[in-house]
């Protein structure tokens, strides 16, 4: 319980960093050389609709309760729910998974969740396009250490390890997976840049044409 509530709290501290981010333009743990692959494509549409109707709720609520102080409470509440829908999404925007030049990958959902593997634990990685049930993260250890990472209903990028890697969930519990499911707006370029960073690497793509490697 203790560690959901840090959890949470951490989150919310790095809310403001992350809307300073998206409105500079700017993109956290990026570095020169780095291939950034953005995974914001289908909830884009839900999170805007979600602030569309926290924005109306606030305006009906203002004009119809009387009573000032349930009035500033209420108008309190609504304004911290638009400011976390922004930072969930700035977050998302801001922190994309990384395919870093040596190799290594940064898997991530904003400030909720961050998984680094080194590139000599990785032995494949490939297109998959899969629609799981379910939120946004899917594991069971007796499914053979598989980890799904879910935006939007899917995952479209399957890395397979040569050994568990341990993995944080948002409200602070652990697991151990051996295969990583999950989604990249541009799955193929994200494979791609694994082959350039690891020419050695298998390459492996659903109808797409394997790259050259160097």
Same mark, same amino acid.
């Given at each position: 319980?203790?560690?959901?509530?840090?959890?949470?709290?951490?989150?919310?501290?790095?809310?403001?960093?992350s809307?300073?981010?998206?409105?500079?333009?700017?993109?956290?743990?990026?570095?020169?050389?780095?291939?950034?692959?953005?995974?914001?494509?289908?909830?884009?549409?839900?999170?805007y609709?979600?602030?569309?109707?926290?924005?109306?709720?606030?305006?009906?609520?203002?004009?119809?309760?009387?009573?000032?102080?349930?009035?500033?409470?209420?108008?309190?509440?609504?304004?911290?729910?638009?400011?976390?829908?922004?930072?969930?999404?700035?977050?998302? !925007?801001? %922190?994309? @998974?990384?395919?870093?030049?040596?190799?290594?990958? #940064?898997?991530?959902?904003? +400030?909720?969740?961050? $998984?680094?593997?080194?590139g000599?634990?990785?032995?494949?990685?490939?297109?998959?396009?899969?629609y799981?049930?379910?939120?946004?993260?899917?594991?069971?250890?007796?499914?053979?250490?598989?980890?799904?990472?879910?935006?939007?209903?899917?995952?479209?990028?399957?890395?397979?390890?040569?050994?568990?890697?341990?993995?944080?969930?948002?409200?602070?519990?652990?697991?151990?997976?051996? !295969?990583? %499911?999950? @989604?990249?707006?541009?799955?193929?370029?994200?494979v #791609?840049?694994?082959?350039? +960073?690891?020419?050695? $690497?298998?390459?492996?793509?659903?109808?797409?044409?394997?790259?050259?490697?160097?």
């Amino acid at each position: 319980m203790k560690r959901a509530v840090r959890g949470l709290i951490a989150h919310e501290m790095r809310a403001p960093g992350s809307l300073g981010r998206w409105v500079a333009g700017r993109r956290h743990g990026v570095r020169e050389g780095d291939h950034a692959a953005p995974y914001t494509g289908p909830q884009t549409a839900m999170m805007y609709g979600l602030l569309f109707v926290a924005v109306v709720e606030t305006v009906a609520l203002a004009v119809l309760i009387p009573w000032p102080l349930v009035h500033g409470i209420v108008l309190v509440l609504d304004a911290y729910t638009v400011l976390m829908v922004l930072a969930l999404h700035a977050g998302c !925007v801001t %922190r994309p @998974h990384v395919v870093g030049a040596d190799g290594s990958l #940064r898997i991530r959902y904003g +400030a909720l969740f961050d $998984l680094r593997i080194a590139g000599a634990t990785i032995a494949a990685v490939r297109v998959e396009r899969r629609y799981p049930d379910g939120g946004l993260i899917r594991f069971d250890p007796a499914d053979d250490g598989i980890l799904d990472l879910v935006v939007g209903s899917q995952t479209t990028v399957r890395v397979e390890l040569t050994a568990p890697v341990t993995f944080v969930r948002p409200l602070g519990r652990r697991g151990r997976a051996r !295969v990583i %499911r999950f @989604h990249a707006d541009e799955p193929e370029a994200l494979v #791609r840049a694994f082959a350039r +960073a690891r020419g050695h $690497l298998p390459w492996r793509g659903d109808r797409t044409p394997a790259p050259p490697l160097p």
